[in-house]
């Protein structure tokens, strides 16, 4: 495993895809609802109520007729005992000879303080629900008038069972969306883990660091709006990376791939540098998709591409910004990227690079993608120092080590990374 890993990386990637998971958590809750319904036939419900009473003789004494309430009592706890036993199942399909299984559930209560027993069962037979109800009313009726002999026991069915009513399934929908949700959650969270573990793009910047023995000059967050936040991200930036170059006076920021947020990398840290009272001079040497301009905010009308043709002295092609102290070198995309390679690869390059530190403190340069084109080791070989930059979860592991072997090779000095768009 070459990337490290951490549960902020993996807290990362849930808020990055919260939504798409979040969708999958949603979609499971309701395929678990749906195969609760599906896995539950219908069942249907009765109840039968039966009131007891029982005859007190006549010559029966005071106290006797006292213990009547008592006595009713103690028929109405053994009646709900009967109607609740186990086998009263049994005993029901016995009798009305349908099978046992067809009876799902049977429960007595007593009305309030009343003497009397209302019975509720479900069943999975509906024409057969009623009877069920009434039936287990008979068999406690009949169950108690033997157990109690004495005083004669009267059991009269007052509400017998009615038509059958399906049972709604709701709570059943409810618990199959929960559990669905759930287990939805549980695999949204190993996927998340899974995916970070095999993703083998840049996410821990400091074990990418030990892991290519090579400095990490800082983080750029994933800033919606630039904040006092960003602005230290910055300046502590630019503090490690002139701190690194040393005497170096040039300094290339090139990016690894694609889409690694160099460009509002380095206008950031030339506009933190001229802030410092310092005259920079900020380079776009992308010649193929120049960008930098637009994000400046000014238009050049000349071209780093004149200067290398020897058609424009480099104090005429530079452009003040609207900083203090930084001023800008453009490019233009027309017909400049036919023989770019070998201009930014001549000696002639490296002149303009040795003139511009001579009227300027600080020279930074704006590659383009140093995976895509080889202009980025022909600069970097020419720059006093070089800043690799990484895009947090973009930038591959082995993009990175293979861009930062050539660029050795051709004999740039990197003095450290930055990653951008750290979550």
């Known amino acids: 495993?070459?990337?490290?890993?951490?549960?902020?990386?993996?807290?990362?990637?849930?808020?990055?895809?919260?939504?798409?998971?979040?969708?999958?958590?949603?979609?499971?809750?309701?395929?678990?609802?749906?195969?609760?319904?599906?896995?539950?036939?219908?069942?249907?419900?009765?109840?039968?109520?039966?009131?007891?009473?029982?005859?007190?003789?006549?010559n029966a004494d005071k106290d006797y007729r006292l213990q009547y309430t008592s006595i009713l009592g103690t028929r109405v706890t053994s009646g709900l005992a009967i109607a609740n036993a186990p086998q009263m199942k049994q005993e029901i399909a016995n009798r009305l000879q349908i099978p046992v299984s067809q009876i799902i559930n049977i429960t007595a209560t007593q009305n309030q303080?009343?003497?009397?027993?209302?019975?509720?069962?479900?069943?999975?037979?509906?024409?057969?629900?009623?009877?069920?109800?009434?039936?287990?009313?008979?068999?406690?009726?009949?169950?108690?008038?033997?157990?109690?002999?004495?005083?004669?026991?009267?059991?009269?069915?007052?509400?017998?069972?009615?038509?059958?009513?399906?049972?709604?399934h709701k709570i059943a929908a409810v618990k199959g969306a929960v559990l669905g949700g759930a287990f939805a959650v549980v695999l949204c969270f190993v996927f998340a883990v899974l995916k970070v573990i095999l993703d083998k793009n840049v996410r821990n910047s400091v074990f990418v660091a030990e892991a290519l023995h090579i400095p990490l000059l800082g983080t750029v967050g994933a800033h919606k709006k630039k904040n006092n936040h960003h602005n230290d991200e910055i300046r502590r930036i630019r503090s490690a990376a002139l701190l690194q170059a040393g005497d170096g006076r040039s300094l290339l920021f090139a990016p690894v791939s694609r889409n690694s947020q160099e460009q509002d990398l380095v206008n950031g840290v030339a506009?933190?540098?001229?802030?410092?009272?310092?005259?920079?001079?900020?380079?776009?040497?992308?010649?193929?998709?120049?960008?930098?301009?637009?994000?400046?905010?000014?238009?050049?009308?000349?071209?780093?591409?004149?200067?290398?043709?020897?058609?424009?002295?480099?104090?005429?092609?530079?452009?003040?910004?609207?900083?203090?102290?930084?001023?800008?070198?453009?490019?233009?995309?027309?017909?400049?990227?036919?023989?770019?390679?070998?201009?930014?690869?001549?000696a002639v390059f490296q002149q303009i690079l040795t003139d511009a530190k001579g009227q300027y403190d600080y020279v930074l340069l704006s590659a383009p993608s140093e995976t895509d084109s080889a202009d980025t080791d022909s600069i970097a070989a020419a720059c006093d120092a070089v800043v690799m930059v990484?895009?947090?979860?973009?930038?591959?592991?082995?993009?990175?080590?293979?861009?930062?072997?050539?660029?050795?090779?051709?004999?740039?000095?990197?003095?450290?990374?930055?990653?951008?768009?750290v979550i």
């Open 113 to 168: 303080n009343a003497p009397s027993i209302r019975i509720v069962t479900s069943t999975k037979n509906a024409a057969a629900c009623a009877k069920i109800s009434d039936t287990a009313c008979e068999i406690a009726a009949q169950q108690l008038q033997q157990m109690f002999p004495t005083p004669p026991l009267t059991v009269t069915m007052v509400d017998a069972g009615k038509k059958a009513v399906a049972v709604s």
């Open 271 to 346: 506009r933190s540098i001229a802030g410092s009272q310092k005259k920079v001079l900020l380079i776009d040497t992308d010649m193929k998709n120049p960008v930098l301009a637009a994000k400046l905010g000014i238009q050049s009308k000349e071209s780093l591409y004149a200067v290398l043709s020897g058609n424009v002295l480099l104090k005429d092609a530079v452009v003040q910004t609207d900083v203090n102290n930084l001023s800008f070198l453009g490019c233009s995309a027309a017909a400049e990227a036919e023989n770019a390679e070998d201009l930014l690869g001549s």
């Open 1 to 58: 495993m070459e990337v490290s890993v951490c549960f902020s990386d993996i807290w990362n990637f849930i808020k990055k895809n919260w939504w798409k998971l979040l969708i999958v958590v949603v979609l499971m809750g309701i395929v678990g609802a749906a195969m609760s319904l599906q896995a539950l036939s219908p069942t249907y419900s009765s109840d039968s109520t039966v009131v007891l009473s029982c005859t007190v003789p006549a």
């Open 390 to 421: 990484v895009r947090y979860g973009i930038t591959s592991m082995q993009a990175f080590r293979t861009s930062l072997a050539r660029i050795r090779t051709s004999g740039g000095k990197v003095i450290g990374f930055v990653t951008t768009d």
